[in-house]
């Protein structure tokens, strides 16, 4: 049969909903821990953002307490995990998320003793005065770690600057998270701010790439060799050889889209929904970025959208990641949002005829971020000033449908 990787092969509506279904975004699965919820559908990268908390509000209608409450008892936690990006895991992963985001910061020391001068030996004695200074406790901040550790840190002046590192101290402290010996906690214990202390941790790392492999083809299967390529950060041999051990198949013949084989059947018996079940989610949830294929949860017409606040020229479709939070029913993007704390309400502009479904899905979220988070921000960075021209835009073309509908 002619080989054929296009998701129409197999139906794209039913691809979507198939996702959807996968990711828990079909029907809140209310009660459902955080754990659980991260066990079953992947592990939800964070950057300092309201994106862990959206995903699992829409997932298990979980508040920010409840979430807070597990990261404080360790059965999740922010770790250091596929390529060498932080996401939060469950405790039944910290040590595959540890294994699997290892190779990062030995490369990023392999850089530093090329172009820096860094010896590993200089740094491996730093990540011994970093644990003699924890051992009594903490948390401590990198600036009481800096002062703790005292000589052992060395600057790298300007061409350290240039490069990223500062000083010797962000190689010895990734070091030690890929190794289980630290680890990072968030100061006020929320996933959504970027100021963190660290503790001493005595975490197990195993794993290898057919468990991530076997993971992810759960989580987000249907899903190509390329997409795990893009989500581990393995290089080509190693995802293949990854891939053919953890045992995919084929979706249908000829496709590139493979799937675990105890899930054929379901799939294979799988219907599209008929009513629409609306969701509102971070631009990086796992829906886009297990797969990082925007196209397809996306309508053409849906694609040839101008971008929002964007040049000229630039379309919805034509951008890798999102640049707004997503609305999404049954896997299809039908909308974009964004948070306005001036107003405290969700802005949105909906691609679809807006239902009361659709209202009250808008309204309920706006509650939760209003009530709970006090803002969405989409990464560490964002801010309602950095957020006001796209919030406008939205806004703006959100009015202009209005009109002309």
Not at 240 to 261: M, N
């Amino acid at each position: 049969m002619e080989h054929d990787p296009r998701p129409e092969a197999v139906g794209v509506e039913k691809l979507r909903a198939w996702w959807s279904h996968r990711q828990w975004l079909d029907r809140p699965h209310t009660g459902a821990s955080a754990a659980e919820a991260l066990a079953a559908t992947g592990w939800a990268r964070s950057v300092g953002g309201a994106a862990p908390y959206l995903g699992l509000f829409a997932r298990a209608g979980l508040g920010r307490a409840a979430v807070d409450a597990e990261v404080a008892g360790l059965a999740v936690h922010e770790l250091p995990s596929a390529r060498g990006c932080t996401y939060v895991l469950p405790a039944a992963d910290f040590a595959l998320g540890l294994a699997v985001g290892a190779a990062a910061p030995e490369g990023e020391l392999a850089a530093a003793a090329k172009h820096l001068g860094v010896g590993r030996d200089e740094v491996e004695q730093l990540c011994l005065a970093i644990e003699r200074a924890l051992a009594d406790g903490g948390p401590l901040d990198p600036t009481t770690i800096r002062e703790a550790v005292g000589g052992a840190v060395r600057s790298l002046g300007e061409p350290g600057r240039k490069r990223g590192p500062a000083t010797t101290l962000p190689l010895a402290l990734g070091l030690l998270q890929s190794r289980g010996r630290i680890r990072r906690v968030p100061v006020n214990g929320r996933l959504d701010q970027q100021r963190y202390g660290y503790v001493g941790w005595d975490q197990p790392v195993s794993g290898n790439a057919v468990d991530l492999a076997r993971r992810y083809f759960s989580w987000a299967g249907p899903a190509s060799l390329g997409h795990f390529r893009w989500f581990s950060g393995f290089s080509a041999a190693t995802a293949r050889a990854a891939v053919a051990e953890a045992g995919p198949v084929p979706v249908a013949p000829g496709s590139e889209l493979l799937l675990p084989p105890e899930l054929v059947e379901e799939f294979a018996g799988f219907e599209v929904p008929a009513e629409p079940h609306y969701t509102l989610l971070a631009g990086i949830d796992g829906i886009h970025l297990l797969h990082r294929d925007m196209s397809r949860l996306l309508d053409p017409a849906d694609a040839a959208r101008p971008l929002p606040a964007g040049r000229a020229g630039r379309t919805f479709g034509g951008e890798t990641d999102p640049q707004t939070h997503l609305v999404l029913d049954r896997g299809r993007i039908v909308g974009l949002w964004e948070y306005d704390t001036e107003r405290a309400e969700i802005v949105h502009l909906s691609f679809v005829p807006p239902d009361d479904a659709l209202r009250a899905t808008v309204a309920r979220t706006e509650a939760f971020v209003r009530d709970e988070l006090g803002d969405a921000r989409g990464f560490s960075l964002d801010s309602p000033r950095s957020r006001a021209p796209k919030v406008a835009a939205l806004r703006e073309a959100a009015a202009a449908g209005r009109r002309a509908g």
